[in-house]
């Protein structure tokens, strides 16, 4: 185990990915040092003939080649039949490093859909329950009457796989050559994390069909306003009336929904955020005169470049009604990688899998203003 860490934090030094790995464990709240303590500067082949002789193993070729090759494909014979520790170094350099990149590459697709889990692969159900409205009043006989069960509203959503292959050569393995950490691996992490966020603006983009057989953004879901406007105080007003009034499944009841994510194109943040943020209406002629009524309406003003043209977009809190849903196979959210010895590559090869999916289940939450 010593050498396990050791070897491994010196690889990651070596590689120049260590402060992306300590970087990334204090956002998740941790401390976390890369300390290659007595394996500073020892090469990669050196660390072959050590893993080797852990193994109870005697290699008695110079050959740098000959040893990484043996120490990749060297199998215990003590015990168990198990993979000895040298490829295993690596396998942690990558994962550690692939992860770390991943944690920390900033994404927007969170801070306006919701997150959720599924267990395998097929079509996933999403339910909106209706509601028994109010109660009604009983007469003198004291006859209650039935009450019919609330329809349901359903949308579907699934996972599906994403990946790809990164190879360590066996010559790049003796030359001390680590660009792999600290160019494909990272650069793959990035991918992993903006794969969703691709995904997640083109479903907005695309304005799906809802099961309903309507688009998620139309005017007979009420979440499409009639006229487009510019980011005003009006306009927010606007929207917020609209997603005020909607009602329930059954149509029984308000849904109470309040506007609580802002999400506009780059060109639009600066006016989005003045009409948010202003003590006073900016709209108005004596700005001192007339509050600003939306003032903090949105708690959250998300920009992105992923949109074009002047529209913008409303959303309920995500993690309390998300109009779109981001789901994990199990809900594991970072990317998984596996190793196995080179086939097509003389080395090792690492794939980097990803099972997530992207759907709109729940047109109540959201509300689009086609801007001008």
């Known amino acids: 185990d010593k050498f396990i860490e050791g070897a491994t934090n010196w690889i990651l030094v070596k590689a120049g990915v260590s402060n992306l790995v300590e970087k990334a464990a204090a956002a998740r709240g941790e401390t976390v040092r890369i300390d290659p303590g007595e394996f500073r500067g020892v090469r990669n082949v050196d660390l072959a003939r050590e893993a080797l002789s852990n193994m109870g193993i005697s290699c008695q070729s110079r050959d740098p080649e000959v040893i990484v090759r043996e120490a990749m494909t060297a199998r215990s014979a003590i015990i168990t039949q198990t993979t000895g520790d040298f490829p295993i170094l690596f396998e942690n350099a990558i994962h550690r490093t692939l ?81 792999v950490f600290s160019g494909l691996a990272v650069d793959l992490g990035r991918a992993a994390k903006l794969t969703i966020e691709i ?22 879901h009420g979440n499409l306003a009639g006229a487009g406007a510019a980011p005003s105080v009006a306009a927010f007003d606007a929207i917020d009336v609209a997603m ?9 009841e308000f849904l109470e929904i309040s506007p609580n994510v802002l999400l506009v194109p780059r060109g ?25 009524i939306v003032k903090g309406l949105f708690s959250d003003i998300v920009a992105s470049p992923r949109l074009t043209g002047t529209a913008y977009y409303a959303f309920a809190d995500p993690q309390v009604a ?37 759907g709109a289940v729940n047109w109540r939450s959201a509300y689009k203003q086609p801007g001008a």
Do not use: C
């Open 99 to 179: 992860q770390a990149s991943y944690a920390i590459t900033p994404d927007t697709w969170s801070r306006f859909a919701g997150t959720g889990s599924v267990t395998d692969f097929r079509p996933h159900t999403r339910y909106l329950r209706g509601s028994f409205g109010a109660l009604d009043n009983v007469n003198e006989a004291g006859e209650f009457k039935n009450k019919p069960i609330p329809d349901l509203a359903k949308e579907q959503i699934s996972a599906t796989t994403k990946g790809n292959i990164i190879n360590l050569s066996r010559q790049a393995i003796v030359n001390d050559d680590m660009q």
């Open 199 to 220: 995904d997640v603006y083109a479903l907005l983009n695309s304005n799906p069909t809802m099961n309903d057989g309507v688009a998620l953004f139309h005017a007979s």
């Open 244 to 252: 005020s009034q909607q009602k329930d499944v059954s149509g029984n």
């Open 268 to 292: 639009l943040r600066g006016a989005a955020v003045t009409v948010n943020g202003s003590e006073y209406d900016p709209d108005a002629v004596n700005k001192l005169q007339k509050p600003n």
């Open 322 to 358: 998300p109009a779109i849903e981001v789901v994990f196979l199990n809900g594991v959210t970072e990317p998984f990688t596996d190793s196995q010895e080179g086939w097509r590559v003389d080395g090792v090869e690492w794939k980097v899998r990803h099972d997530y999916g992207v």
